[in-house]
């Protein structure tokens, strides 16, 4: 018997082959990670439309003149008879029991004396470009005084 030889694959019986075939798990890594794309895009652009409508309802708000955050415990009246009296000796925890909360859910309670503190001191010094800037504070070198190291320090004292 003569042997036969294999017959020749042509291009497109070797495409209807592969359709035909079981997919293997390369096959599968690549659909998930199509699928995962376009489940980004969407989710991606879901985020991109909630931001948008999030910022037209708090400029729309603002517009009212209702603006977001917390109430503030202390407003300006308040400090400026809080600054009136410690200007005139009064110790700050009297001060504070003087002082009642206008809005809130603390309506009708006194401010604590640390929040008197805190509107005291961050009201009581201007805010100048130079408060805000960090200093440069030159140390001196063990090594010589060819050039001194430096560290940058806030006015605060916070790094």
């Known amino acids: 018997m003569a042997e036969r030889s294999p017959p020749a694959v042509s291009a497109s019986c070797w495409a209807s082959d592969r359709l035909l075939r079981r997919p293997t798990s390369s096959d599968a890594v690549r659909v998930c990670a199509i699928l995962f794309a376009v489940l980004a895009v969407a989710a991606q652009l879901d985020r991109n439309y909630i931001r948008e409508k999030t910022l037209e309802g708090q400029q729309a708000a603002a517009a009212k003149g209702n603006h977001g955050g917390r109430p503030k415990v202390i407003d300006d009246d308040m400090l400026l008879f809080a600054r009136a009296l ?14 009642t909360i206008a809005t809130g859910k603390n309506t009708g309670r006194h401010p604590s004396v640390a929040s008197l503190y805190r509107a005291l001191a961050t009201r009581d010094k201007p805010v100048t470009a130079q408060t805000t800037r960090r200093a440069v504070v030159p140390i001196s070198s063990p090594y010589g005084s060819s050039v001194p190291p430096t560290v940058t320090r806030s006015p605060s004292g916070r790094s």
């Open 86 to 99: 410690k200007d005139q000796g009064t110790p700050i925890r009297q001060i504070a029991t003087k002082l």
